[in-house]
């Protein structure tokens, strides 16, 4: 049988192991704790050296000032169409994109017709005929064609319909319509898709704009529009109805939309951008009329 001694030299032996292995079991919890510490650090030096090497710290951070382009221009081949006149491209930034600017069509026919077009929804066909008016584009230029749904073609200097700059670009305004279905009939009460005396682009195939617009005599409503709105009449609508109202001849291709009496554009002129924006016509469309280029 165990001595007394021999008890409690097992006891002490059982205490002391009890108390190494507490104390391996600090040192291990310790170990994991600065360990876990010294990745968080490490991690956290590796960020910041991340975000200073990019600027986050410095106290005048670099901005890109490069613009973005307002506008694309798409090149024609002017030796393909022999209609189109090279006068070179408009810029494709730094353009005006709010308000309207004035323009101004002189005829042989009567008083000038003056148009607001649109910078806020078109901004390239604005940037466009302001380009175009300032190298004489459509000066001395026919407008060649009087459609059957009631406006005025201009802007072609060939006269052909298939002549413009060495330039495209797309629609910007092309007018929606509440019908399912294009060829569903306009709902009763609904407002014409082009009011008299809207301005919108013409070209053929649609979104290849280039010169040509239209200048609505009177209202037209179409559950297809293709051509986009630019402006609005604001002075000479008399004028264009009078135009609109001239005897029609064959243009050489069976269509009788030709003006017996030429229409001349003797000059058009656009200014200067105005930021204080009139109301645009809130619907548009383009008429039916003989194929081409625009």
């Known amino acids: 049988m165990a001595s007394s001694r021999d008890r409690q030299r097992k006891l002490a032996r059982a205490k ?21 510490v010294g990745a968080f650090l490490v991690l956290a030096v590796i960020v910041a050296g991340s975000a200073w090497a990019l600027g986050a710290f410095d106290s005048d951070p670099k901005q890109n000032t490069a613009a973005a382009d307002t506008c694309l ?18 810029a494709t930034k730094d353009l005006p994109t709010e ?24 901004p390239c066909a604005a940037a466009s005929i302001a380009h175009l008016a300032s190298r004489s584009f459509y000066d001395n230029t026919k407008c060649h064609e009087i459609t059957a749904d009631g406006a005025l073609r201009c802007g072609d200097p060939s ?10 670009f797309y629609d910007e305004d092309v007018p929606t319509v509440p019908s399912a ?27 290849s704009n280039g010169s040509q617009f ?7 409503t179409t559950t297809d529009p293709k051509y986009p709105v630019i402006g609005r009449v604001t002075g000479g609508l008399d004028v264009v109805e009078k135009i609109g109202a001239l005897p029609t001849v064959d243009n050489g291709t069976g269509a009788k939309v030709k003006p017996k009496t030429d229409v001349v554009i003797q000059s058009l002129t656009v200014g200067e951008p105005v930021t204080a924006a009139a109301p645009s016509p809130s619907a548009s469309g383009a008429p039916a009329s003989s194929p081409s280029a625009g």
């Open 16 to 36: 002391l192991d009890r108390q190494l292995a507490r104390r391996a079991a600090a040192v291990r919890r310790r170990r994991q704790i600065q360990a876990g």
């Open 73 to 90: 221009w798409t090149p024609q081949d002017a030796t393909a169409n022999t209609n189109l006149k090279d006068v070179g491209t408009p």
């Open 99 to 122: 308000g309207t600017r004035a323009m101004t069509v002189t005829t042989n026919q009567g008083a000038p017709i003056t148009a607001e077009l649109n910078l806020t929804n078109s």
């Open 159 to 168: 006269g052909t319909g298939l002549g413009g700059p060495t330039y495209s």
């Open 181 to 207: 279905s294009p060829s569903a009939s306009p709902a009763p009460g609904q407002p014409p898709t082009y009011p008299k005396g809207t301005v919108a682009m013409i070209s053929n195939p649609p979104g």
């Open 214 to 220: 239209l200048i609505f005599f009177k209202d037209f």
